[in-house]
């Protein structure tokens, strides 16, 4: 910290407060005239810019300059990670995608292994369905050729 910008800094404003509370009336007034009722104000004010971190604007623009700076770096920082989710998310999105694919094939050949079985068990049932059909009518018909049954 500059410790030549402090005292300026108040002389400045007392010589501020000094022309709004009294004005031109100082080109009248007499030599320790003002001073009961300016002491008390002068004496607010060293104490101000003596303990008051905040008598230094540079000081205190400094601050929060530095709150802002670290406030956009935890941003930045949220972004980043946020990013970095994003990109997680569409990594497990497109292996998804993959697996997708690869389900749906799966599918389709299983679907059409089970739809070959359902035909062959139905041929076979029906094979099977003729044959004990035509047993039957060979005993009822006295022989295989069906000699009875044909006349």
Not at 15 to 20: D, G, I, L, S, T
Not at 29 to 52: C, G, I, T
Not at 128 to 143: K, N, Q
């Amino acid at each position: 910290m500059d410790k030549g910008r402090i005292p300026f800094a108040f002389l400045e404003d007392i010589h501020q407060r000094f022309v709004r509370t009294y004005g031109r009336a100082v080109l009248s007034a007499h030599a320790y005239a003002m001073n009961d009722e300016f002491s008390r104000v002068l004496s607010q004010q060293m104490e101000y810019y003596s303990n008051d971190p905040d008598a230094d604007r540079i000081n205190r623009l400094k601050g929060e300059m530095s709150q802002v700076r670290n406030v956009m770096i935890e941003n930045i920082d949220k972004v980043l990670d946020r990013g970095d989710r994003l990109e997680l998310l569409v990594d497990k999105s497109a292996n998804m995608q993959g697996n997708t694919f690869r389900f749906r094939k799966q599918a389709r050949r299983f679907r059409s292994t089970v739809w070959w079985k359902n035909v062959k068990l139905t041929v076979t049932l029906i094979i099977l369905l003729l044959v004990i059909v035509y047993v039957v009518l060979g005993f009822v018909c006295h022989g295989p050729l069906l000699p009875s049954c044909l006349k």
